[in-house]
């Protein structure tokens, strides 16, 4: 997906947690992971991991979960 400033401003407001969601939870094929926006993604998303701290990332791993439903 073509990187917008719309999709941009919405990856930049989307804290780790929230992103990490939607990492996981998204039907395959989701766009926002596709092309520009997906590598712009990725790359917002691991940053905002290091600046949340290891222990922060678990803490938010754990609350995310695996299981949609549960």
Not at 9 to 34: K, T, V
């Amino acid at each position: 997906m073509k990187l917008t400033e719309e999709i941009k401003a919405r990856i930049d407001g989307m804290s780790y947690r929230d992103m990490l969601a939607l990492w996981r939870f998204a039907p395959a094929g989701e766009p926002i992971f596709q092309d520009e926006s997906g590598q712009y993604y990725s790359k917002v998303m691991f940053e905002k991991r290091g600046h949340v701290g290891p222990a922060e990332a678990v803490a938010a791993s754990k609350s995310v979960g695996w299981d949609k439903g549960g």
